[in-house]
């Protein structure tokens, strides 16, 4: 064996790797793993210019995976004053009464359906305390706004529009904007004159926010998104990205031909630490926007179309890059939603399987769990999203959808009962990137899905180690500690298997390595 750059050693190993499932020490070389053994045979191993970290009996386990996230995109989503601690309507207006003004703005994100306390989400709720400042205000959920008179006018939004996607511009009776912006299309009117971060301080919080993440124990994320490929790249040909982003741009509604041949064309664009690697779709919004497609409505009458207005426009673009033989992942929270993308992957026949993943699946009733599996439809879920639920059913999503399809809710236990592959992501910046948290979450889930058993230890590990490379279809790369796997690593101090899931939230991470590098180190 040629000489290691690194060697792990005194460590609990927990490989994933039937082969060799346990193991004390790990050499590294270029990047990917050069033997898999134990402490006596460092000293063989070893070389004049190798490095050797001593772990003093910490646990390292495969490099864990964010397996959706937004970490470019998510710059800009979490721009400005964060609303993610705000509970009430009161504590809304003390917070943007009160908020630094970015160019004259007040923005903010990560605010909750459930502030509003059960009313429509309108801007007379809060224009009075802005002294007339424009104010865009992110919900959590990245699928709606509130914008305020002045943000709207400074716009041209003086009343309803029409998108080539499921997406509105809330208006009253009279025609008037409320202020509430749903789907993507609505709030890309605004993208023009609401402040963005610079590009140099983009650059800054990016290469923070990575460091930051890896300090959880990260060392890649399924990235959502196209983010902005020209940024990463820069910052990856100047150092050494501390977690590997694998980006999969979107696939709107009216994307025609060509469209889809740039998106043929992005893939396996890439450098160090970095690739295009599929595409992502949508087939619905969110549940407590009203946008989630359920095969029943919500208790407001909402929720039963589809994100793509031709829902067979989406399954014939899913069916031109599988010919082309790109990966694909569909946003699908609503039953229907989820239906749909499973009818569409079944007909795409056999050399489908293990192409394709679902994100999110927030609710879905019996029959739909088997056919992930018959399928090889990934599912890929964020466990920390039932955070924004309340066991009690008194919060937005519940009462939408209303007791039973809420007792339907992130049936992460039920799907690997089914057998199928179950990948586990934060949706960050939607909620925390720590990815403790998510391994602790899927284990004890919240809110309404409290009520129902969660991953074991070894199945929540999994799912941020094995299934998520076989979500990705890089197990022959990722997910184990193997010979020839990548050199992505991370050191815990305490089991994440056998620890107590609360417990595990908080360890100590006591090294990071991604490509061979070691990008964190625990005090």
């Not at 989630?292 to 399954?315: I, M, V």
Request: hydrophobic share 45%; glycine share 12%; charged share 25%.
């Amino acid at each position: 064996m040629p000489t290691p750059d690194l060697i792990l050693t005194g460590a609990e190993v927990r490989t994933l790797d039937p082969e060799r499932p346990y193991a004390t020490a790990v050499a590294v070389r270029d990047g990917v793993i050069a033997a898999v053994g134990d402490e006596t045979d460092v000293r063989e191993w070893r070389g004049p210019g190798t490095e050797v970290v001593t772990l003093a009996g910490a646990h390292l386990v495969p490099g864990l995976v964010d397996a959706h996230s937004h970490p470019v995109w998510g710059l800009e989503m979490a721009t400005g004053l964060d609303l993610s601690g705000v509970t009430d309507l009161a504590g809304l207006r003390a917070a943007v009464a009160g908020a630094e003004r970015i160019d004259g703005w007040v923005i903010g994100y990560g605010l909750d359906h459930n502030a509003f306390e059960g009313r429509p989400i309108d801007r007379a709720l809060v224009e009075d305390v802005l002294s007339g400042a424009p104010a865009f205000l992110r919900l959590y959920d990245g699928h709606s706004a509130l914008a305020t008179g002045a943000a709207l006018a400074a716009a041209g939004v003086t009343g309803p529009r029409s998108f080539a996607q499921r997406s509105e511009v809330v208006c009253d009776a009279a025609g008037r904007p409320t202020g509430h912006l749903v789907e993507h299309a609505a709030m890309d009117l605004l993208a023009e004159v609401v402040p963005r971060p610079s590009y140099e301080a983009r650059r800054t919080r990016l290469v923070e926010l990575l460091a930051a993440m890896a300090a959880t124990g990260l060392t890649g994320a399924h990235v959502m998104d196209a983010g902005d490929v020209e940024l990463v790249d820069s910052v990856a040909r100047e150092t050494v990205l501390p977690v590997r982003l694998r980006f999969a741009p979107w696939c709107m509604p009216g994307a025609d031909a060509a469209g889809l041949e740039e998106l043929i064309a992005l893939q396996g664009r890439g450098g160090r630490h970095w690739v295009v690697g599929g595409v992502k779709f949508f087939m619905d919004g969110t549940v407590e926007g009203g946008t989630a497609w359920l095969k029943h409505a919500d208790c407001h009458g909402q929720g039963t179309d589809a994100f793509w207005p031709d829902p067979e426009a989406y399954g014939a673009a899913v069916r031109r890059l599988h010919t082309a033989g790109v990966r694909t992942a569909t946003h699908a929270i609503g039953d229907a939603a989820v239906r749909h993308v499973l009818d569409v992957v079944a007909g795409l026949g056999p050399d489908a399987r293990d192409r394709h993943r679902i994100e999110h699946i927030e609710t879905a009733p019996d029959d739909l769990l088997p056919r992930f599996a018959e399928l090889g439809v990934a599912a890929s879920m964020q466990p920390p999203h039932t955070a924004y639920t309340r066991a009690d059913g008194t919060d937005e999503w519940s009462r939408r959808l209303g007791p039973d399809r809420a007792s339907h809710a992130w049936r992460l236990r039920d799907l690997r009962d089914a057998g199928a592959t179950v990948a586990l992501g934060s949706d960050w910046p939607i909620a925390p990137y720590d990815v403790r948290a998510v391994l602790a979450t899927a284990r004890t889930p919240k809110g309404a899905a409290s009520g129902r058993a969660g991953l074991s230890g070894l199945e929540a590990l999994e799912g941020c180690t094995s299934h998520a490379a076989r979500a990705a279809g890089e197990t022959d790369l990722a997910g184990r500690i193997a010979v020839g796997h990548r050199a992505d690593l991370t050191a815990l101090a305490l089991d994440p298997v056998k620890a107590p899931a609360d417990e595990l939230a908080e360890a100590e991470v006591r090294l990071t390595v991604t490509g061979g590098h070691v990008v964190h180190r625990g005090d």
